[in-house]
């Protein structure tokens, strides 16, 4: 089997898979016969290298986001019929698609008011010192000096608790900022297949297996 053949079969293999994503896959392993003929390979070997068509297909789609793989499985062939599919379901995944893009959005900007509260709330904590000695200063000059040094003590202690809230708070919005960077790779993973350092999709084990024994 040469270039063109593989790439004609593994195109049909791959079904009813996004245009989007038979390209980027026909494109990889139209690359990796390309790379491996110049290291010396020649076209019918570079092909074979690569292993069964359908165990490369089947590895495409096992890694196909599960969104685009959903639209895939339900795509009937005809554009025509998808239309009218779509227009006639629109009161279920219209409303269903709308509160699943809400929900996310709520986790999203929830995890975000927290964190914002969070640190309000410190100020607010760290602000008794300066508003202490400001009492301290008043009532002493209204002759009352004891009130205000029993009032720089609350403060003192109230800005001793926002100093260790403040440390705190540092590990928690870390924290609370990766979660939201883990749940929005997690939105991103249902639409676009993962990547690492944006690089093409991983090299099948048996393909390397095979490349290894060449």
Known sequence: MN????????????????S????????FYAEMIDDRMEDGMGELE?????????????????????IPKAIAKANTGSRTLNIVLLAVFSPVWVPLALALTLAALAVYVSIWVVIALLWVTVICLMLFLPLSIVGLVYFAATGFPLSGVWMLGCGLAVAGIGLFAWLGM????KSLVQLTHSF??????LFVRKRNGG?????PLFAKGAQNHA
């Not at 989007?20 to 494109?27: M, R």
């Not at 540092?170 to 919005?173: A, D, L, P, Q």
């Open 46 to 66: 570079a092909v074979a290298a690569l292993g069964p068509i359908p165990g490369i297909a089947a590895q495409i789609i096992a890694e196909t986001p599960a």
């Open 170 to 173: 540092t590990v928690v919005s």
């Open 199 to 203: 690089t093409p999709p991983e090299e």
């Open 184 to 189: 929005a790779r997690w939105i991103k993973g």
């Open 20 to 27: 989007y994503e038979v390209e980027q896959s026909l494109t």
């Open 3 to 18: 270039k063109i053949e593989f790439l004609t079969e593994l195109r049909r293999a791959l079904g009813k898979l996004p």
